[in-house]
């Protein structure tokens, strides 16, 4: 009796086996698949990269980079002349915008107010902001363009 | 056994017993021989297909990427197909012909209908197919017509580097320049034994900066075209390495289209071609006089001429016919004073200070393409004379360069390399040929005649170049040409503490009205050195000095202080 019912466990035991072995199998051909179809994209995508590299190289080229610079923009070779030490820049100048203020352009209009005006190059890139503060009364049509730019400006921040 | 088996006077539980037994053993025996063999199939077959991916893979080998000093790529290797044919599964050879002619028209239909009927197992087609061609073929579906993958070597900056990395065959071998250094040192090796196949390679990374190649040779093509020349070079030196930072030799062709290089106007002027290098020897007269101790930048020699050597006669460019000393015979670019600087030291000497500067034997690089300088047979006094100012003695201008530059570093014969280099593996190589009082004698001499002296077009402000020109008479069969010349300018930069050198070398310009009749060097080896330099100058990382004193004050002061 007791070698019939361990004939049975025997058997099933081994059935479970099979099954376990086929997935291995199975497992292991699809994982094999896998790796073979990896390696031929890996292949492939080194080639493209060679090409990709081939083609910006290409395009990178500084002949080519020369002759569309020639042909569209304005650049034109540095001079010896157009070169500076640091020592020789001029000092920092004041800041118009303290650092932890809540309205930057506020302050910035608040500083130009000042008779002490900082120096001329920032007087200058400063002026668009300057202006639209006393509009000419013919000129509100202007004056309405530019404010909301500002605000966008200060929506940015 | 057999009548434990089968016989009738056996036990039956005994004979069972047996039959059982018997059984046992062979379904051991089958099921050790099935597990035997299931694992020799997984350990072999495994190797097997592993290595028929590989065979299959590619056939042109895979070469390593070649890059500037920066990392920019000046060759690599892209992936083709080509077109193949196995003849004997073709069934209708007509058809085939036919349908791949229409695809490619530049195919030769004779000579496909040739290669198709021939009996052989395996032809190529056509190399390089475009990817539209490989798709309308590949729809034909024709049998025993098929595509392998090849590697193919592209130039992605064409004419650029030509000279210096060479370029490969059609089975993407190294013929020429550094591709075929490349195949020297190992690469053929790899080939032969079928592993250079993968791209896993480490790429090679040369010592030229594309970015000043390009500059150089853009402006060697302008002074070509302007001065009608038959051929224009350059070669910007790093004298501290020794690398060469850009080579140029104008014609020069497209590695992309290798047919272009077998025309014999565009060989590589800088290794391949030997000159004679006219004024810029008398660098190496002056280093040698001052160098001996002998004589000091003081020194004056008699230069009235002509000056009678048997029958011939040496004359000055523009004769002075009075004492010079030897700042001004460098200036003036005196020819008797050269040449009578060079007689006061003697012959054997003067021989022996060019063979140590390397001028008197072959120079070696890693460029497969090398010459031997013509030197004369009997070196005489007249042959020293002559070669005091640069005719007589043909070498590779690379090899003149690399004698100057141990002129002005501080005395340093460093050889040059095309491959990247530190500064101690330079000095490691490096070979001690003057004192570093004579080279600081020489870079002031060369920065007065920027200065003062032949160079002066050269003197770009705020980059203290110095320099020295050079205008030989080309020999035209058999004679001297006053007619056709071969001019150079050699430049120090900066001056004060050198980190390049220049040689700019045109030969054959003529004249235009801008130069006023003149064709000598001055005229328009050195404004086109001069236009080089502030184009490349930011480049190199050379900040521009202004308000810099004249040599006198600066070079010569510094030379002074250390004594």
Known sequence: MILRVVNFVVIGVLVLAAAYVYRIKFDSTVQAERLTKIRSELRHERDTIASLRAEWGELDSPARIEMLTKRYLPLKPIAPTQFDTFNQLPDRPPQLVKPGSSDPIGSIIENLEEPAAPTGSIADSAEPVAAPSPPPAEEAGVAETERPAVKSGRLDR | ?563
């Open chain 2, 1 to 563: 056994m057999r009548s434990l088996l089968y016989g009738g006077d056996i036990d039956r539980a005994a004979k069972a017993r047996a039959r059982v037994g018997l059984a046992i053993v062979v379904f051991a025996a089958v099921y050790f021989v099935i597990a035997v063999r299931l694992v020799t199939f997984a350990m072999v077959s495994d190797g097997r297909t592993a290595h028929r991916v590989v065979g299959g893979d590619a056939i042109a080998t895979a070469r390593p990427d070649i890059l500037d000093r920066n990392g920019e790529v000046l060759a690599t290797d892209v992936r083709v197909p080509s077109l193949y044919a196995e003849p004997r599964r073709l069934i209708d050879v007509d058809e085939a012909v036919e349908l791949l002619t229409a695809d490619l028209p530049d195919i030769d239909a004779t000579e496909l209908r040739d290669r198709l009927s021939s009996k052989r197992g395996f032809v190529w087609l056509k190399r390089d197919v475009t990817p539209e061609q490989q798709r309308e073929i590949y729809h034909q579906g024709l049998p025993g017509i098929g595509f392998l993958p090849e590697n193919k070597r592209d130039y992605p900056n064409g004419a650029e580097v030509s000279h210096l990395i060479g370029h490969v065959n059609i089975d993407n071998q190294g013929i020429a320049g550094m591709e075929k250094w490349l195949d020297g040192h190992g690469l053929a090796a790899l080939h032969m034994a079928g592993l250079a196949t993968d791209r896993l390679q480490n790429p090679v990374q040369l010592a030229v900066d594309l970015r000043v190649q390009h500059a150089l040779r853009d402006e060697l093509v302008a002074a070509r075209a302007k001065f009608k020349a038959l051929a224009a070079a350059g070669i910007v030196l790093d004298v501290r390495t020794g690398e060469v930072v850009a080579m140029v030799s104008e014609p020069d062709y497209d590695p992309n289209n290798p047919r272009e290089a077998l025309d014999p106007t565009r060989i590589n002027r800088l290794t391949t071609g030997v000159y004679e290098m006219g004024s810029t020897f008398k660098a190496f007269t002056v280093a040698m006089a001052l160098d001996s101790g002998r004589f000091t930048l003081k020194s004056s020699f008699d230069a009235h001429g002509p000056m009678h050597v048997g029958r011939f006669q040496i004359h000055d460019f523009e004769p002075e016919n009075r004492m010079l000393t030897i700042p001004e015979i460098f200036t003036y670019s005196s020819n008797i004073g050269a040449a009578r600087t060079a007689l006061a030291i003697g012959v054997d000497a003067h021989k022996a200070f060019l063979k140590k500067l390397g001028q008197l034997d072959r120079l070696r690089t890693e460029l497969p393409e090398s010459a031997e300088p013509i030197i004369p047979k009997h070196w005489g006094d007249l042959n020293t004379i002559t070669i005091a100012f640069g005719h007589g003695l043909s070498v590779a201008p690379l090899q003149a360069l690399m004698g100057v530059a141990a002129l002005v570093n501080g005395g340093l014969l460093i050889p040059p390399t095309f491959l990247k280099r530190t500064q101690e593996e330079a000095r490691a190589l490096a070979k001690r040929v003057i004192k570093p009082e004579t080279s600081e004698m020489m870079r002031y001499l060369m920065r007065l005649n920027v200065e003062k002296g032949t160079a002066r077009k050269a003197d770009i402000p705020g980059y203290y170049i110095g320099g020295k020109t050079g205008t030989a008479d080309k020999v035209i069969n058999g004679h001297y040409s006053k007619a056709s010349v071969l001019t150079d300018f050699m430049a120090v930069l900066p001056a004060d503490q050198p980190r390049y050198l220049l040689l700019i070398m045109l030969d054959d310009p003529k004249v235009l009205p801008e130069t006023h009749g003149f064709k000598t060097s001055g005229w328009n080896a050195v404004p086109v050195g001069g236009a080089v330099v502030a184009r490349i100058a930011p480049l190199l990382g050379i900040q521009p000095r202004m308000d810099l004193p004249d040599a006198d004050h600066l070079i010569l002061a510094s030379l002074k202080e250390s004594r």
